[in-house]
């Protein structure tokens, strides 16, 4: 084997010449000895002719041969756990506060409350008369055994009661059946800027004279 090769090679050899790469360029190397100590054949037909360039283009084919069993094998190498990868924890759901169908006062209800507190989400929609809206569930608060849920209606076709941009609630006595009465300010009254401001005023004893049995099923949290 020569010690000193053609440019073309030195450029493949400076790659394999990474410490990730010792293992490939010893393989090249035992490839290119092979190429010079086997006797080239002279053919009749030019374009067989010993040259330069077929040296390269071996050296060039065993390179490509090494990349592809370090890719394959890089593949089979297991795979490390991370964000949002198979081992990641997914954030658990907030246990149910308040989930069901029902009617209270004559207005119909769907409500799917997770969560307590100032960290209270879902959806509660009502309908009465033709009319509808829709109020985002903000937070929780239990006191004297009633169970208080408020938030803000953020669509409505509602004149009064459940006007658009308007924070309301509704207040649930566990029981068998559940019983209820909604908790909404008058109309000319200023909106409450959050949802503490509307549950801070609830006073248990002011909300169960309008509590009525529900017509419908709601399962409330322990």
Same mark, same amino acid.
């Given at each position: ?9 030195? %450029?493949? #050899? ?47 084919? =065993? =390179?490509?041969? %090494? #990349?592809? %069993? ?12 991370? /964000?949002? $990868?198979?081992? =990641? ?8 506060? =308040? ?30 008369? $033709?009319?509808?809206?829709? /109020? ?8 004297? $055994? ?24 509704? /207040? #649930? ?7 209820? /009465?909604?908790? %909404? ?30 017509? $419908?099923?709601?399962? #409330?949290?322990?």
């Amino acid at each position: 084997m020569t010690t000193e090769r053609d440019p073309q090679t030195r %450029i493949v #050899l400076s790659w394999l010449r990474e410490e990730t790469h010792e293992n490939a360029e010893r393989v090249l190397l035992l490839a290119l000895d092979e190429v010079d100590t086997t006797p080239q054949r002279r053919s009749w037909w030019p374009a067989w002719r010993n040259s330069p360039m077929n040296k390269l283009a071996l050296a060039a084919a =065993a =390179a490509a041969a %090494i #990349l592809v %069993i370090a890719a394959v094998g890089y593949n089979l190498l297991p795979k490390q756990g991370g /964000v949002g $990868g198979p081992n =990641a924890t997914p954030s658990p759901t907030p246990a149910p506060l =308040a989930v069901g169908n029902f009617t209270s006062h004559g207005v119909a209800a769907e409500i799917d409350a997770r969560g307590a507190g100032d960290s209270v989400t879902g959806t509660l929609t009502v309908s009465e008369l $033709g009319h509808h809206a829709t /109020v985002d569930l903000e937070c929780s608060r239990t006191a004297d $055994g009633l169970l208080f849920i408020g938030g803000l209606v953020t669509d409505s076709t509602f004149d009064d009661n459940f006007p658009e941009g308007r924070r309301v609630g509704i /207040v #649930l006595e566990p029981g068998s059946p559940v019983k209820a /009465v909604w908790w %909404i300010a008058l109309i000319d009254e200023a909106p409450v800027e959050s949802c503490k401001a509307l549950t801070d005023p609830f006073k248990p004893a002011e909300a169960r004279p309008g509590l009525e049995p529900i017509a $419908g099923t709601l399962e #409330l949290a322990p």
